[in-house]
Structure formats: C-alpha cells, structure tokens
C-alpha cells in the first residue's frame, strides 16, 4: 500500500469527527485492536456521520453498501478512543463515497473507503437532487 496523501491523514479535512470508545473485546493476541473490530469503529463513526447529516427520511429509498475498503496505517491499542473522521468523498449518478481516517492519541492509524449506491423499490435509482445537496454539504476537504 502506498502512503496516503496528506489530506486524508490530517482530520481538519473531515467536516465531522466522534470519539469511539474501544473495549478489551477488540484486541487481537499481540495486544493490537483487531481488524474487525477496527470495521466496526469506522461503521459505528459512519452511522453516526449519516445521522448528522439528517439526510434520512426519504420514503421508498434505501443506502446500501457496496464497497468497503480499509488500510492500516499504524497499530491502535486500548483503552484509548479511536476519533473517527468523515466526510463525503465523490458523488456520482447513483452512489457517493463516504471517506473515514481513524485517529488515536493524535495520530492516523486507519482509512476507510465506503461506496453507498441508492436504492429504490425497482432497484438502484440516481440521487434526489436535494439529497446530492445535502451530500455536497458535507463533502472532504482536499
């Protein structure tokens, strides 16, 4: 993996930051969070960051998930929070990328990518203009 670009590792770039508590469940053998549980850190930081952006509401439409791409920048322990970072990456016709650096004791230990399509009772619809509005709102900070 090559290494970020500068932007994605400072999390002034991020419109939205929230402290995430880890637990002793989430270290691995060596004494490090595990990769799962660093998933579910930055699905936790992403699900508070969509509630934020109070975008929900949309009768008949439905966010899913269709890509999730996470890099290990450095090792990440307990008790310390992990502070993750999101913002709105690219938008597209008919999905949007959520971008995510997690952060522990001032430093990027993680990045995570998500694509999110929209979909609707016939299947992936393109994006409600007010809605693309509200994504553009909260877009990163290159």
């Not at 970020?4 to 691995?28: C, G, K, M, N, V």
């Not at 979909?119 to 393109?126: D, E, L, M, Y």
């Amino acid at each position: 993996m090559s290494k970020p670009e500068s932007w994605r590792i400072d999390p002034a770039s991020y419109p939205h930051s929230e402290p995430i508590q880890t637990r002793f469940q989430d270290l691995d053998v060596l004494g490090h969070i595990n990769n799962v549980a660093m998933a579910a850190l930055f699905e936790s930081g992403r699900v508070r960051f969509n509630r934020s952006m109070n975008l929900a509401g949309w009768a008949g439409h439905r966010w899913l998930v269709a890509k999730v791409e996470i890099n290990y920048i450095g090792e990440s322990f307990f008790p310390a929070d992990v502070e993750i970072a999101t913002g709105i990456g690219d938008i597209g016709n008919r999905s949007w990328h959520i971008l995510s650096a997690g952060f522990q004791k001032g430093e990027c230990v993680a990045t995570c990518d998500v694509v999110i399509v929209m979909s609707a009772s016939g299947g992936i619809t393109t994006l409600p203009d007010d809605f693309r509005a509200g994504l553009e709102a909260h877009k990163v900070r290159r």
